[in-house]
Each structure stands twice: as structure tokens, then as C-alpha cells.
């Protein structure tokens, strides 16, 4: 995909001023700074097992120094696989109502700008002391699932423990290892738990969009673009390690009474209705009685007509939201994206919530009770999450366009190509919009809809309008 480059110092993009204006929070407090700085220096716990021979690696893009997570895959003698999954123990570093537990607690999560992360935790402890560095023996929360070979899960254990990483790798390069079949031995047989665990995706009905990822990046001589990048097969085998711990960490909740799950509401009959039509006027057949999710499991979001119906499929996953529960399991404990219940506990090191849910699930396992801290905060956990997803989403969605716009601004006039992916419902057709996903730049751009239809492609002359933004126009004429 073709991207357009710009210079930051003509476009003065101020990623700052839009932190500012969602009051995302800058410096760290002193204090919380000066006790990260302590426990850093603190030596390794000496009550903890030694899984240190374990060669774990980390799997992130590249760049990352917040490293949540570590992996390791083995095969078992019944012809199965035991995936032993290492979490940064964040609660270890992080005691109840200590400065860095209040702040944490205020902030929610790691705010990621392109030109900066807002760090959930000190740095001296999200990117040094807690993280899983390479080379570096950690304390962590390690996950041991045993898989059958299907893929499906036999048994779950989680205990503390110090462990080590013994390579830091990122998706491209494990994604070039596969298909040079030179991957890390830790790792090897991702390759085969990744797709296996995929294919159950699909017969639980998960709802996945293959839709590429906007990735704001700036250049080495520093310069900003806006790229659109394709999911990599290792991406995704990765992606589904985390969700294969969610899921088993939800298990582990519902059977025992107590937890935070993540949540997400089943499509709804008229949310289904209306993709139906929608995959009626783009010729994508839907089989009677098929989920929504096995449709769109079938489709490829590089072809034009399959994009636009992947871009109405995102409101199937619009609504996910966080789920405390005392006693009795909640009505829907279910997540559709994932098609089964689900818990966030993988990335304690940018998310609140996971601290909570790994000591919920820790307490569980070893038949002992939720700690009081917990219990008592989980209420606040999960309006903290809410809020803070809402601000995380708005900065990147603002960040985005700001780069979008400047993108555009040297391209006005010009004939541009692109797909309609969306039209907007409205009942005065002629109030309608078209989203067009352009080539080149590859932005995204609103303009009338009439006699437009998604899936086609077309050329339109972006032209800037009184809002300060930009519509396209379609060209009738060469």
C-alpha cells in the first residue's frame, strides 16, 4: 500500500496539544516516581520457584520496552502442547493504595501516541524492573495450559514465579522465520497451536474482521506517515495465545464465583438483518443459517467488495465492556468477538484491569480467598477501564486524522482513486454519505453518496470544506 510522507516541522502536527485537550496525564508524580525508583533496586523475591531454565521469548512490535508478556511451546507425550505463558507481575511491584497503585488507578491504561506512550506504570517498572526484558530474570505469573492436539485445552495451572527471556523478537522477523522455517525453538510449534486454535475460533463462531491496521509511524529522518498494514499470520498464532489465557482465565472465574470479565453482547437480530442485505447488494453469499461470524471468517479485506462489508461488520464489535461479578455468573458473560467468556489478564503492564483479574485468578487456582484490595476496588476498576477506553480510543481516532488531514492538504484538486466501503444509512438519500478508503494516500474520506455503491471503486477530487476538513467528490468525467 502506497503512503505519502510529511514533514513535522511544516505540518506541525501537535500530538500534544490533543493529549492536552482529552486531559491525558503527562509527568509521573514525584512520589510514585521516587518508589518505582526503590523497588527497582530491590532484589529478586527469594520465595519464588526458579523456571528460569524455561527459554522464554517475547513477541512485540518493534521498539517495545513495556513487555507484558513471554511464550513458550512444547510438545507433550500424549501428542499435545503445553504453552507455558509468562505475565510481568505487576502486583509484586505494586502494593494497595501505595503512589504508584493511585495514580495507576487514575490513569487506567497506557495511552500510546505516535510520537510517545503515556505510560500506566513509572517507567523505571513498565520498561526496566517488571518488564520481561531479555536476558533479565524476572518475576512473573506463569500460565501453564496443556493442549490436546486439536488444540483444545486439558488442563490449566498458574503460579508465581522468576523466569527469563532469552530473545526479544518482533512479528516481522518471527513472521520471515516461518517462512524461511528457521523459527526459534521456544516457538516452533506456534506454527501449529496458532492455526489450531484459529479453526476453534471458528467453530465457537468468533467474529474476526480482517481489516488492516492504521498505524501512524514516523521516519528515520524524521518524518510522519499514515500506513495501512496487513495482520501477519505469526500476529495473529501470537494474538490467539492471549485470548486462548482470557478464555481459560473466565473459566476459572465463573467456576469459582467471582471476577472481572471483558464482555461483549451477541449481534443483535436487526444488526444481522442489515449485513444480510448488505451482503446481498455485494454478492457475498450467506448461507441460511450461517453466524455472522463463519461469514465473514470466509472473506479477504483485500478485495474491494469484501472491505466494504467488513467495514460494516465493525459494529458487531462496538459495545464490549467490563463485567464485575460476586456469586452468580452475569446474564451474558459472553464476548462475540471471541465466542466464549473472556477475561483481560495478559497485559498487566498497560492495563489496570489485568492486575486484577491475575490475582482473582491466582487466589482461584490456589483455593484461597480474593484479596480484600480487589474485592473492594473491582467496582472502580470497571468505570476506570470504561473511561479510559473511551479517552484511548478518542486519541487514536484524533491522532489519525490529524495526520489524515495533512495528508490530504497537498493532495486537493488531484484525481485519486479508492473503494466505497461504507454509505450511511439515512432517509433522505440525498443527505447520504460515502466513506472512500483512497489508494494513495491511504486515508479515508466522506463525501454524497448518490449513485454510489459500496464495494465499487472509484476516482473523486478531495476538495477542502468549511468544517476544516475534506470531502470527496466523485469524477464523472476524464
Known amino acids: 500500500m502506497p503512503n505519502l510522507k510529511i514533514n513535522t516541522d511544516a505540518a506541525k502536527i501537535d500530538f500534544g496539544d490533543i493529549r492536552r485537550e482529552l486531559q491525558i496525564p503527562q509527568d509521573y508524580p514525584a512520589d510514585a516516581v521516587q518508589q518505582a525508583v526503590q ?235 442489515r449485513l444480510r442485505r448488505e451482503t446481498a447488494a455485494l454478492g457475498i453469499p450467506w448461507p441460511d443459517g450461517a453466524p455472522a461470524g463463519d461469514v465473514i471468517a470466509g472473506l479477504d479485506g483485500a478485495k474491494p467488495a469484501d472491505a466494504a462489508f467488513l467495514q460494516d461488520a465493525l459494529m458487531l464489535l462496538r459495545g464490549a465492556g467490563y463485567t464485575a461479578f460476586d456469586g452468580q455468573p452475569p446474564a451474558d458473560s459472553g464476548h462475540a468477538g471471541v465466542g466464549a467468556p473472556y477475561a483481560h489478564v495478559t497485559a498487566p503492564l498497560r492495563r489496570l484491569c489485568d492486575r486484577y483479574g491475575t490475582e482473582i485468578c491466582l487466589a482461584h487456582i490456589a483455593k484461597q480467598p480474593v484479596p480484600d484490595w480487589v474485592r473492594q476496588q473491582l467496582a472502580e476498576v470497571v468505570e476506570t477501564m470504561e473511561r479510559t477506553d473511551r479517552t484511548a480510543h478518542d486519541l487514536e481516532r484524533r491522532c489519525e486524522s490529524a495526520v489524515s488531514a495533512f495528508l490530504l492538504a497537498s493532495r486537493v484538486g488531484q484525481r485519486l482513486s479508492g473503494v466505497v466501503v461504507q454509505i450511511d444509512d439515512n432517509d433522505d438519500p440525498s443527505k447520504a454519505r460515502a466513506t472512500i478508503a483512497l489508494d494513495d494516500p491511504p486515508v479515508s474520506v466522506k463525501g454524497p453518496a448518490a449513485g454510489l455503491t459500496e464495494g465499487s471503486r472509484i476516482d473523486v477530487r478531495v476538495q477542502a470544506n468549511d468544517n476544516g476538513g475534506y470531502t470527496a467528490t466523485p469524477v464523472t468525467t476524464s
Not at 486439536?150 to 520471515?176: E, F, H, I, N
Request: proline share 8%; aromatic share 4%.
Open 39 to 273: 523497588l527497582a533496586q530491590q532484589p529478586l523475591p527469594a520465595d519464588l520457584p526458579d523456571q528460569t531454565d524455561i527459554p522464554f521469548v517475547t513477541i512485540d512490535p518493534p521498539g517495545s520496552k513495556d513487555l507484558d508478556q513471554a511464550l513458550h511451546i512444547s510438545a507433550t507425550d500424549s501428542g499435545g502442547y503445553l504453552v507455558r505463558y509468562a505475565i510481568a507481575d505487576v502486583a509484586r511491584f505494586v502494593t494497595p493504595d501505595s503512589p504508584i497503585d493511585l495514580e495507576s488507578r487514575r490513569r487506567g491504561q497506557t495511552y500510546y501516541s505516535p510520537d510517545l506512550a503515556t505510560p500506566l506504570h513509572p517507567v523505571e517498572l513498565s520498561e526496566g524492573a517488571a518488564s520481561l526484558l531479555a536476558d533479565q530474570v524476572r518475576p512473573a505469573v506463569l500460565w501453564s495450559i496443556e493442549l490436546d492436539a486439536t488444540g483444545d485445552v486439558v488442563s490449566v495451572d498458574l503460579r508465581r514465579a522468576l523466569v527469563k527471556s532469552v530473545a526479544q523478537l518482533d512479528y516481522a522477523s518471527v513472521q520471515q522465520t516461518v517462512e524461511s522455517k528457521t523459527m526459534h525453538p521456544s516457538i516452533a510449534l506456534l506454527e501449529q497451536v496458532g492455526p489450531l486454535r484459529l479453526a476453534l475460533a471458528r467453530q465457537r463462531h468468533a467474529i474476526t474482521l480482517d481489516l488492516p491496521d492504521a498505524e501512524v509511524e514516523r521516519t528515520q529522518d524524521g518524518e510522519w506517515t499514515l500506513q495501512l498494514r496487513a495482520v501477519l499470520p505469526a500476529e495473529q498464532w501470537n494474538a490467539e495465545i492471549s485470548l486462548l489465557t482470557g478464555m481459560c482465565a473466565a473459566k476459572i472465574m465463573l467456576d469459582n464465583g467471582f471476577g472481572l470479565l471483558r464482555t461483549l453482547p451477541s449481534p443483535t437480530a436487526k444488526d444481522v438483518k
